[in-house]
Every structure is written in C-alpha cells, then in structure tokens.
C-alpha cells in the first residue's frame, strides 16, 4: 500500500486502528490513526482518524460487497455506506473536526459539517498532478496535508492551523459578502444608465412615464441580475451542457456563454465602447433557454419558467444598451478589490443563501429616475423607512438555520418514517410541506429543500453522504412536491424563486414551476379561517383612523352592525362552498402531481394553476371584501364604495350588483397584498396545515416611524429638536407642502389599517397586546399554520417568552403544552452584525402534538454552546407555572443547576402575589406615584415650605436611602462618606411636590410617615438586581415603585425588607429578569417567605440589624419609632454595614433552607464547579470587590458569618 509511505513522508506515523469504534450504539471501521510518538493505544481513538481503502474502490460509491454480499460475510456498516460517508458520519458524531479519506489515487480532507446537507471536502487527484506534472497543485497539496497542518488528537482540534484558515475564511465571507452586495449595487446602476442614457431608447423612456416606470424598470433590471446570476452559477458549477467538451459545448463556451462576457468584463477592450453587439448576442442566449429549437441546436435544454420566459423583460429585450455600460455591469458582478488586489468571485463555490443574502439588500433600495432624451439618469437610494437592515434579516448565520432545522424539521421527517414502510418512504418525504411566511431571499426554504433532499437521496441509493446528482435529482423533487413561501415584497419573491431555481436545477430539466407555491403577499393581512366569513365583518373594521370622516365612520358601523344578522339567511351558501372548496383541495392536489419533466409540462400546469385561481374568483372576492372594510379610507368620496355585511351577503349569494364595491376591493387587496391562506394553499389545508414552519420573520413595530419617514423627504422635519417640534411641523405641512402632507396622511393610514387589522379582525387573540410588533405575529399565525402533528421554528427577540405583552401567547403555549424548546442567544459575538450586541434572540419551536417537557437554554453566544449539557434543560409545564403562576412566561436560567436550585426554593415559599389562587401573604399592592411626564405640571424646581422632594430610582440602593444627590447644575453624584456620617444630610432632588399632592395620592392606601420601594429598572448583569429601599414619605417619579403592605404586617416590615434585600432573593430575580424592566408582573411571581414563618427568635435577630441598616438619618425616625426603638440614628459605618449585611445574608439563606454549598454556589457558581463552567450569579459585584479589595469580600463575610451561626 503506498498511501502509507506517502503518509510518512507527509509526517504522520500512521497504526491501523485494529477495531470499530463505538459511538454510542454505532460502529465506525475508520481503518488508521495518526499517532504522536510515543502513544497511549487505550487512547487510539482519540487521535487524527485516517481512513484508507483500496484503489478500486471509489470513496463516494458504495462498496460493491455491500449489493453482493455472502452469507458468510457479516454486513458491517462500512460495507453498507462509502468511504466518505463513513468518515463524514464520524467526524459529524465526534469531537473531531478533521480527517483523510484515501483510495490511494485521490486524497480528501474532510471537516466536521453537520451543518451542511451536500458533500463538503478538498480533494486532490495524484495520479492526474503525477501525470500533468503539475508541481504547484502537488506543493499544494503537500502544505495542506502536511502533519503540521491538521489536529494531534480530539481534545483541542480547533487549535490546528487548518481549523484557523477555516475560521479565518468564514470571518472573512462577511466582507467578500459586503463587497459584492456594493458589485451588484453598481451593476444594476451601470445597466439602468445604460439603458435610459441610449439614443435609441426613446420608446422605453415613453413607457417610464407614470408612477410604476421606476419600479417596473427596476424589478425587470433584477430580473436580468437574476438571469446572469443563474448562468454564471450553473456554468461555474458545470450545470448547463451534457458534454462542455463536445464541439456544441465548445461552440456554446465559445460564442454564448456568460464566461466568455466575463473574461471580456475584465479586460474591457477599447473600440466597440458605443457598440451594442453584446447586448444583443446576449439576448441570443437568452432564448436559447426560452425556445425549445434554439437550444437543441446546442444540446440545451429550454429552461422556461418566469426567469428566461419571453414575458419577463420585456421593457429591456426591445431595447439597447452599449457594450461599455454592460461590460461594466458584469465587471462588478464578476470581480470584487480587497487589500488592493482585484479577485474573481467564484459563483460555482458560492452558497445560494450568501447569494441570495447579498441580492436580498437591493429590496430596500428604491429607485430614482430622471427622464430626458438627452441627460436620464438611473440612481439607487436607500429606503431609509426601512427597518430590515436594523433586524439583521438579511443574512441568518448557517449555524442557527440549521438548528431550526433540526429542532423544527427533523422530528417531522422522523415521524412520517416511523410510520411509513421502505416502499412508501420517498411518498412519505415528498408529503411532507414546509412553508417560511417572509421568506425574503429563500434562505430557510433552501436548508429545507437540501434537508429533505438529502433524506429523499438517502432512501433512494441507500448511502448517508449520496453524490451530487442524486442530491440534486432529489433536492429538484422536495422544491416541486414540499417547498412554500410568501413575501411582502414582490422582488423578494422573485429572487427567493431564484434561489430555488439554482439549487434545484437539473441538467436536462425545465425550472421549476413555483407560481403556486413561492408568492406574494402579506402573510398577517388577509384571512385565515374562512369561517370568519360566516360571523360577518367585525364592527372593530369600522373604528376611525387617520383620514377618515368620524361621523360617516359611526353611521357605517351602525350600519353594519345591523345587517349582520342578515348573514344567517346564507348559511346554505356555506355549506355549499363548503363542498366547492373541497373540490378546489382536490383540484390543487391534482396540480401539484403534475410531472416537471419538460417544458410542455410546466406550461400545462401553468395553465391549469390560473384556471383553478379563475375558479376561485367568488371566494377570493369575498375574502377580499371582508378584509378591505379595515382598510379602505371612510370618507365622503368613499361612501358608495364601503363594504359592509349587506355587500358581503349579496356576494356569498352571487349577486353582482354591488359590482364597484368588490372591484374596488379587489383592487386594494393588489395595494397591501391580502393573502388568504386557505384559497392561495388549498391543498395543504386540505390536510389540515403546514407540517413545518420555519423563518426568521421582520422584527419591527407596527406604526409609522415619523423621523424615518421623514428622512428622505423633509430633512427640517426629520431633524427636528423634538417629538413637540417635529408635530408642530407636520401640523404645518397642508399649507406648507400639500402633497408631502398628503403622503403622511395616507402612510399613516395605511400602517394604522394594518393595526386595526391586527388589533380587531379577530385573527391574533394572544397577541395583539400593548405596543405590537410584528415578530409576535408572525409568531402565532406561524403556530395556526401548523397541522395537529406539525412543528414550528423561527427566530424572534427573546421578548417572545419573558415580555409582558407576549405573556397570553406564551403562557398559552406551556398551558397547551405545545412548547417544544426556546433557546436564548446573546448578541455579544455578533452573530447577527447589524444588530445591537446586547439584543437578546431565541431559536422558538412549537409543537401542536404535546410535550411533557420543553427544552431551554439562556444566555447563548453560539449554536455549539447547545450541545454542552449543564446549559441546556428540561422544563414541565407544571414547572414553568410554578415558577411564573401568574404569567406563565419564562424564566432565564444559565445552566440546569440554576433551574435545580430554583425550583427547590419555589417549592417552599409562596410568590409575592398569586393571581390565580389570590393568595398574597404580606397583603401587598403596589403604586406608581407621579408620571414624569403627565404630572409634570406638579413639579416645582425650587424649594419651598409645603414642598417635599420627588424621589428618582438613582437616589437610593439597598439599604440605603441616600445614595444619589442632585447638584445645583442639575447633576446627579453619589454622597461622599462624609455626608453619610451625618444623620441630618438629606438628598437634594431635581423637583419638589407640594405635600398635599402626595397625600392626595396616598390617601386611603397608605398612612405612614415612610414606605417600601423599589427600582423599576435593573439588569440581571449589574452588580445588584433587585435593589428596594425604605424612605421617607416623600413623592416619587415613575422610575420608582411603591409597595405598601398590609397595616397588621407592619409590625414585621423590617422581615420583609431584610429578605427583599437577600442575596437569595436577588439570586433568584435575576433567574426571572429577561431585559431592563423590574415590572409588577416580575415581583408579584418572585418567591417570598411568608409572615407566619417567622418565629420571634427571627424577629428578634432581623429586626435590630435592619434597622441599624436603615435608621441612619433623622428623616427614618417615624420607620424606627414604628420598630419599637425611640434611640438617635445610628453611626454610619462601612465596615460595620458590611458585616451586618453579611449575617442577614447567610441567615435569610438559612432560612430559605439552603445548604452551605447551595449558599457558596449563590455567590460564585464557578467556586463549585471551575473557572470555565458557563453560569454566574454576581460576576460585577465579585470583579468589583476584587479590584476593590483584593478579594471577594461579600463571599468571604458570608461565608464566615454562616460558619458562626450554623
């Protein structure tokens, strides 16, 4: 075997392995080992896997004893997969990340890629480079697959210099992706100026006249973008001729084919700039992939569809553009400058996604037009309006959407196997329907489609790792037969067909048909459940927004209020459609069967698809009608036009009479893209739903963002000082530009339409709460989508679980029983770059079938964090409602031993206050005093006799009611020791309130000269979390929280305070706080021990050293005198302070039953458990106090005072 020698002298000291590996319940036969000298042989497995096989053998072919096996010969599961599946299988089930795969001739380096769904390697053909002489690729070869270059063992393979290259160029894809998303800007530039700026072009500066000219032109340049995109993917791939060698394929490569374009791209001859030859050779080949007799003079295959279909460019094939302009255009598609070097873009190693990443930026560009025979213009401007950027959407990390993959998809593909035999897999695979519900460039769709691929490939050949063609004949079936998507924005539409379209493509095939799967519209306008026909139009379409005449709105909704009941009289016309629908399931089922084989085909299903939508006109209608009564503007001149349930009656009837009103419907369903779910996918509701739903859906707020709006059009108004400012000039707007007054009108229409859709029509009962936006819409239409054994997927703001308007759907989600897992991530490595880093995102699945336990993670910075085990647990539903009764939202734990030690203490103690059962054991409410705006009329800025100051959250901390002062520049500082030692230094505010106006507030609730407080905002990062403080009674702004207790507890306020103040109870709020907002809803479910609990040995230790804490000033004496002490205040003194905070800490930790451990895994979880285990608890505290003191002072007081006690 001369591998082996060559592996020598490559520095590798090679050992077979002797025996299969066992991982888990799987053999792997990985036949050598690199090993260091000396070696251990127990540790053999741990060391670089290389897997060598004979010469005739191939390494991506099944082995051929694995067809004609003996009886004599056990069947071993090398004998039933390749080699390089084998190897890839292992190092996806291992901690290894690299390894040889060998037949002697060729030579593979292969690389952990779970990730990925296709064959993933280097290889290199010695017997060719021996051959050719071909010395730089063997050099080549030698660096890449020298000892030096790959792991010693699996313990750190990522310190490798191969696994650094390998990271360095994933870092790198970033920028090459930004620079060749600014190549496609100035491409599509080139074009637009080339085609607007030709002296022959007078007939297509005619047809731009108008208010769609721009868009038209700009969506048919994205088409052509898109065309020479295809062409240059499939002729890098190889994709495109049967036979490239043949002397058609020379003649294509020759005189056709954008390569040959290319190559002149880069050279740009002098000459022929004002010709326009190019153009139109290029329009030659074009409809080589149109018509059917052009390309078979080629051996081409017409490719059709809407990409090369003669409709599609119609602007720009009658047209002309000089060879300059185009020449530049491929020049910045097809070269790209970094560290002052021009490179090429390979497009054949490209991803579809990283393309689709790139191409998917122009939808937020709008184009400007300048229209004139002698000086056009053609120019790109940011929509600044839009948000997409700001969410990251553009480019979801492989990393997370192959984690949806497997939490959302995987269980579906391995249910539908369970249940199915070997002859009816592959039906089973293509039954399966996957949808993306703003699906932009495709991206989720295209990880589907290869998963599923994949699977589908898989039964077919019977090898886990199947070749190329196989993969990609498969991967073209699931895009025909599983594969939907829906987007808002009709060039997102086309470039996710695209990506489709490249990935599926087969040498020898048409594209797909994906008219009735990949569309366009808005997927949370329109309706759902077609039985909300049956109930009528809800009176909530008919509530007046921007716009509208408010009386013409009041009588119309009286109006319709009234016909309703005459909607009963169509029931038979129900239950009649009933039986139409159903006939439309059958008909779109029957469509979707249709072969794709040739172009004939796709033109036949093309025709019946519109034949079946013509069918469907009366229930698109009337779905359309329904929907536009939100929409529509009521005014005087829209008087005739409105719908109503009497309109709607008389269409379920089939009358046509009212004949304006539903063209006028139809016609605003075009306008904000309606989509009615059941009528655009009939036959997957005839099964009930979506068996996957996955995406990463717009996060973004439903209202018009004025400055935003404004950017672009008025920047006095977009810059002004203030809200205040900035209305006064909107104000101002119909005398001063009527037409831009009118364009805010009618934005602010639209998006308050859209609102009052969401808001009234019935369709998101869980989530159409407070401020909405979008990313928790889609995330329950994603859950409706679903059928009853269907799964979703998504990524949404970690809000989704922990926020106070998202607790109906969340809440609902664990009480159905239908979460399946939420993991938490971090922003803080900038796994999406143009976000925040410290935005806070989960990968969300939901179930319909039922799940006893769902699966968490929190405080993720990267997919490979989920495979480490204290970081991910299980929680019950009876948990999740243990720990938050109330809301039933999430709890945000680091690591199972948070969620552990959590739970114990939620098992013993009751929460502050139980909605559900009523009980509140210290009888608290709670009271938010003065709104800092709304009762700004009540300030004053200077002192006064009746004037007592108004309390701001950064005055106090615990136990201490003055640690901020205001100085006379309106500054805030924190009090010197000094001024702490002395019992009559109080804090000065920045306002006053008269006394009489907190009495006011006060009256009836609260009669004590002091109360309990707390900070609204925190974080669970800061040095501490929950911070209350006793003060005097004084007024208090929105940043601070009363909590008034009830008048027979009183006498135990200095026990509750105390455990307020706890570090348990600190510990565990910061278990419960997902963001900034120490809410009511939050304290209400925190755990608290119960007033009966304490016994007069408590109360007799707590009670003096809270008040030797709290009475350190004259202003507390009412707080000390209601305690029973009458003495002075007491000495402020640090170290005093630090030691009796010290005792209550370990006594409250005693006291809610904590071990000593339990108490040290409190205050450093990594004291238990090592420097490098993920949780934390007071990580700020601790590194202040080190650098403060030099040591972990609180830890060690603690410690210390329970050894004394305990």
């Not at 894809?173 to 491409?187: H, I, M, S, T």
């Not at 169509?570 to 084989?597: C, H």
């Not at 602010?748 to 407070?770: C, W, Y």
Request: net charge negative; aromatic share 10%.
């Amino acid at each position: 075997m001369l591998a082996l020698p060559l592996l020598r002298t490559l520095g590798y000291q090679v050992v077979p392995c002797g025996k299969r590996e066992m991982v888990g319940s799987t053999p792997y036969s990985i036949s050598h080992r690199a090993v260091p000298v000396p070696y251990d042989p127990e540790a053999i497995f741990s060391f670089l896997p290389i897997h060598i096989i004979g010469c005739r053998q191939e390494l991506e072919k099944l082995p051929k004893r694995s067809i004609t096996t003996s009886n004599s010969e056990p069947i071993t599961r090398s004998s039933r997969i390749s080699a390089h599946s084998l190897v890839q299988e292992y190092l996806n089930a291992t901690e290894h990340l690299w390894a040889i795969a060998s037949n002697g001739i060729r030579w593979r380096l292969l690389r952990d890629s779970s990730l990925l769904t296709r064959l993933s390697y280097i290889e290199f053909n010695l017997e060719q480079i021996i051959q050719d002489e071909n010395f730089a690729e063997f050099s080549l070869f030698y660096r890449l697959f020298h000892r030096s270059r790959l792991p010693i063992s699996s313990e750190n393979p990522e310190t490798c210099l191969l696994e650094d290259y390998y990271q360095k160029g994933l870092e790198e894809g970033g920028r090459v992706r930004e620079k060749l998303r600014d190549g496609v800007e100035k491409a599509l530039e080139y074009l637009g100026n080339g085609f607007l700026q030709h002296w022959d072009n007078d007939s297509l500066r005619q047809k731009l006249h108008g208010p769609s000219g721009d868009q038209n032109l700009y969506r048919q340049l994205l088409r052509l973008i898109y065309r020479l995109l295809f062409l240059m993917v499939a002729e890098s791939r190889n994709l495109l001729l049967l036979d490239s060698e043949s002397e058609k394929g020379k003649i294509y490569n020759r005189y056709y084919s954008i390569q040959r374009l290319r190559v002149l791209a880069e050279i740009l001859p002098s000459g022929t700039e004002s010709f326009q030859d190019l153009w139109c050779g290029l329009c030659i080949t074009f409809k080589l992939f149109d018509e059917k007799w052009r390309g078979s003079m080629l051996d081409l295959s017409p490719l059709n569809g809407d990409l090369f279909g003669s409709e599609s460019l119609t602007l720009l094939e009658t047209s002309s553009i000089d060879n300059s302009h185009l020449l530049n255009a491929l020049r910045c598609l097809s070269l790209y400058y970094e560290n002052g070097q021009i490179r090429k873009v390979n497009y054949g190693a490209l991803d579809v996604e990283e393309l689709g990443s790139v191409y998917e930026s122009l939808l937020d560009f709008h184009p400007q037009i300048t229209l004139d025979k002698y000086n056009s213009s053609f120019k790109l401007v940011v929509d600044i309006s839009s948000e997409r950027k700001t969410t990251g959407s553009y480019y979801t990390p492989p990393s997370l959407v192959q984690e949806l993959i497997k939490t959302a998809l995987e269980p579906v593909i391995k249910e539908k196997m369970a249940q199915e035999n070997e002859k009816t897999q592959e039906r089973a695979i293509l039954s399966i329907k996957v949808v993306d519900a703003a699906c932009g460039s495709g991206h989720f769709l295209l990880a589907a489609a290869r998963r599923l691929g994949k699977e589908l490939a898989k039964i077919r050949t019977g090898d886990i790792q199947p070749g190329a063609s196989s993969l990609r004949e498969a991967i073209r079936e699931v895009i025909q037969n599983c594969i939907y998507g829906v987007d808002i924005n009709p060039l997102a539409v086309d470039l996710c067909k695209v990506g489709l379209w490249i990935e599926g493509f087969c040498s020898g095939k048409p594209l797909n048909f994906l008219d009735h799967r990949i569309k366009c519209g808005n997927s949370l306008v329109g309706v759902l459940d077609l039985e909300c026909l049956e109930e009528g139009i809800p009176d909530g379409a008919f509530k007046a927004i921007s716009g509208d005449d408010k009386k013409i709105v009041t009588g119309v909704k009286k109006r319709n209020k009234r016909e309703l009941g005459s909607l009963q009289l169509v029931m038979p016309w129900f239950e009649e459609r009933e039986e139409t629908r159903e006939e439309y399931m059958e008909k779109a089922e029957v469509l979707g069967e249709v072969s794709e084989i040739d172009p004939e085909s796709i033109k036949e299903k093309s025709s019946k698809y519109e034949e079946l939508r013509s069918d469907m006109w009366s229930d698109y209608s009337a779905c359309n009608l329904w929907t536009a009564a939100f929409f529509i503007s009521i005014t005087e001149k829209t008087l005739e036009l409105l719908p109503t349930n009497s309109i709607l009656m008389e269409l379920l009837k089939g009358n046509l009479s009212s004949a304006e009103i539903i063209k006028n419907s139809n016609e605003l369903a075009k306008k904000y893209h309606f989509f009615h779910w059941q009528l655009e996918f009939p036959e997957v509701f005839k099964n009930g739903g979506f068996d996957c739903v996955l995406g990463n859906p717009p996060w973004e707020r439903i209202k018009i963002q004025q400055k935003e709006f404004f950017a672009s059009r008025s920047n006095e108004i977009a810059t002004a000082k203030n809200k205040a400012a900035r209305e006064k000039l909107i104000k101002e707007l119909p005398q001063k530009n009527p037409q831009l007054a009118q364009e805010f009108e009618q934005a602010s229409h639209d998006a308050e339409a859209q609102n009052k859709f969401i808001r009234e029509s019935g369709r998101f009962p869980l989530t159409a709460v407070g401020d909405v936006n979008t990313y928790s819409i889609f995330a329950e239409t994603a859950r409706n989508l679903i059928k009853e054994d269907g799964r979703v997927g998504i990524i949404v703001p970690t809000g989704i679980a922990t926020d106070d308007t998202c607790k109906m759907f969340f809440g609902d989600l664990v009480k159905q029983e239908h979460l399946a897992s939420l993991y938490d991530f971090e922003n803080r490595e900038a796994i999406f770059i143009a976000v925040h880093r410290s935005y806070k995102f989960c990968l969300l699945g939901i179930s319909k079938r039922r799940t006893e336990e769902s699966r968490f993670g929190f405080f993720l910075s990267r997919t490979k964090q989920l495979e480490e085990k204290n970081r991910v647990f299980n929680l019950k539903a009876e948990e999740i409602a243990l720990i938050n009764p109330n809301t039933l939202t999430c709890p945000v734990f680091r690591t199972s031993e948070d969620a552990q030690l959590t739970k114990k203490i939620y098992h013993q103690l009751p929460v502050i206050e139980n909605e559900k059962t009523g009980i509140n054991p210290w009888g608290i409410s709670f009271m938010r005093m003065f709104d800092m705006a709304n009762d700004s009329g009540v300030f004053k800025n200077e002192k006064g006799d009746s004037l007592v100051p108004l309390y701001e959250a950064k005055m106090f901390h615990q136990f201490d009611h003055r640690w901020g002062t205001y100085t006379s520049g309106g500054d805030m500082r924190d009090l010197t020791e000094d001024e702490k030692k002395d019992p009559s230094f109080v804090c000065f505010p920045r306002y006053w309130v008269d006394k009489t106006e907190v009495d006011q507030k006060l009256a009836g609730k609260w009669d004590h000269s002091w109360f309990l407080a707390f900070r609204r905002i925190c974080r669970a990062t800061d040095e501490r979390t929950a911070i209350f403080s006793l003060l005097p009674r004084v007024a208090a702004g929105d940043s601070v929280f009363l909590v008034l207790i009830e008048s027979s507890k009183i006498h135990l306020a200095s026990c509750l305070y105390g455990c307020l103040n706890s570090l348990v109870f600190d510990y565990v709020t910061r278990q419960k706080v997902g963001g900034t907002n120490f809410n009511f809803f939050i304290v209400k479910q925190l755990p608290i021990i119960p007033p009966e609990r304490y016994t007069q040995k408590d109360i007799e230790y707590i009670t003096p050293r809270v008040l030797e804490l709290v009475y350190t000033t004259w202003d507390m004496r009412p707080f000390a005198l209601e305690m029973g002490y009458e003495g002075e205040p007491f000495f402020w003194n640090i170290e005093r302070r630090a030691l009796i905070r010290a005792e209550l800490d370990a006594y409250y930790g005693k006291l809610h039953n904590l071990s000593r451990d339990e108490m040290r895994y409190i205050l450093d979880p990594t004291d238990i458990y090592g420097s490098d285990f993920p949780s934390e608890s007071f990580r700020v505290l601790k590194n202040n106090e080190l650098k403060m003191y030099g040591e972990y002072k609180t830890q060690r007081l603690i410690l210390q005072a329970w050894d004394r006690l305990f």
